[in-house]
T-cell receptor
Framework: GAVVSQHPSRVICKSGTSVKIECRSL??????MFWYRQFPKKSLMLMAT?????????EQGVEKDKFLINHASLTLSTLTVTSAHPEDSSFYIC???????????FGPGTRLLVL | KQEVTQIPAALSVPEGENLVLNCSFT??????LQWFRQDPGKGLTSLLL?????REQTSGRLNASLDKSSGRSTLYIAASQPGDSATYLC????????????FGKGTKLSVKP
């Protein structure tokens, strides 16, 4: 079946540094990928929609200058958390679908801890 | 605005029991509905996808039903096993078929040996 990978799976960083998270669709192309964030005991919340070749669409309350998204190719989207702070500590998950109406496949997630 | 609710929030059952997880959504104009499993600290695994024209989908011991008109879906797990312990999430697309998903908060299932 379709596979989506994320790297890294876990990252610990100091406050003020930037962290880049990669999301790759390994065996299909995806013009659209989604980035979600999950806080403990909360549901997944959409952060932004990543569109290949164009700017990402951010959800209300998500700072685009803080969470930089680049969808450089049909198989890769990156999320960069800039100047990370402890409140950015969370579980970040990406997803992608091979096509309209098909199952969305999720990456394994990235656990970010900002000290 | 679409909202997805799951009850119960947590469920503990003895091994071997059949169980039902519930999911409801406020806007019945959905394209499909998905059930996911999430193990602690892990990403999501898609279990079942039901298209809006379907009433149910089955995979092994799992059976998911969909009643669009009432805005409800159920996930039935037969003969539960300790390995089924996880959080189960249902989700519907926001808008079109390729839209982002709106998730419920999940049901945390614990199956005791």
């Amino acid at each position: 079946g379709a596979v989506v990978s994320q790297h890294p799976s876990r990252v610990i960083c100091k406050s003020g540094t930037s962290v880049k998270i990669e999301c790759r669709s390994l065996d299909f192309q995806a013009t659209t990928m989604f980035w979600y964030r999950q806080f403990p005991k909360k549901s997944l919340m959409l952060m932004a929609t990543s569109n290949e070749g164009s700017k990402a669409t951010y959800e209300q309350g998500v700072e685009k200058d803080k969470f930089l998204i680049n969808h450089a190719s049909l198989t890769l989207s990156t999320l960069t958390v800039t100047s990370a702070h402890p409140e950015d500590s969370s579980f970040y998950i990406c997803s992608a679908s091979p096509g309209a109406g098909e199952t969305q496949y999720f990456g394994p997630g990235t656990r970010l801890l900002v000290l | 605005k679409q909202e997805v609710t799951q009850i119960p929030a947590a469920l503990s059952v003895p091994e071997g029991e059949n169980l039902v997880l519930n999911c409801s959504f406020t806007d019945s104009a959905i394209y499909n509905l998905q059930w996911f499993r999430q193990d602690p600290g892990k990403g999501l695994t898609s279990l079942l996808l039901i298209q809006s024209s379907q009433r149910e989908q089955t995979s092994g011991r799992l059976n998911a039903s969909l009643d669009k008109s009432s805005g409800r879906s159920t996930l039935y797990i037969a003969a539960s096993q300790p390995g089924d312990s996880a959080t189960y999430l249902c989700a519907v697309p926001n808008g079109g078929s390729q839209g982002n998903l709106i998730f419920g908060k999940g049901t945390k299932l614990s199956v005791k040996p």
